[in-house]
Nanobody
Framework: QVHFVESGGGLVQPGGSLRVSCTGS????????MGWYRQVAGKEREKVAS????????DYVDSVKGRFTISRNNAELTVSLQMYNLKPEDTAVYYC????????WGQGTQVTVSS
């Protein structure tokens, strides 16, 4: 099984910033493109960002382009998502997984953007 542990979520005002991080197994972090996903209750989970194994290639969903930055540290087995200029519609539970994702999801970390 592959397990991911997400951290760093919280409550932030609109326009604020937050950084979420994830750690997981060495095999995944050294071999897989990694992604950050988010899910709002009652809606499907969506991928918001991905980063290649070497970190040289990144991709973002249009709604977060220019505001979110994904990064990874393979030596420390972490992948992070730095979020700027947060909006209420960014409120969700954020998860990391490989891209494409495997079936083992962590518990995620709640990000709430509200005044």
């Amino acid at each position: 099984q592959v397990h991911f542990v997400e951290s760093g979520g919280g409550l932030v005002q609109p326009g604020g910033s937050l950084r979420v991080s994830c750690t997981g197994s060495a095999i995944i972090f050294r071999l897989a493109t990694m992604g950050w996903y988010r899910q709002v209750a009652g809606k499907e989970r969506e991928k918001v960002a991905s980063i290649t194994v070497t970190g040289t290639g990144t991709d973002y969903v249009d709604s977060v382009k220019g505001r979110f930055t994904i990064s990874r540290n393979n030596a420390e087995l972490t992948v992070s998502l730095q979020m700027y200029n947060l909006k209420p519609e960014d409120t969700a539970v954020y998860y990391c997984n490989s891209d494409p994702p495997n079936r083992y999801w962590g518990q995620g970390t709640q990000v709430t953007v509200s005044s």
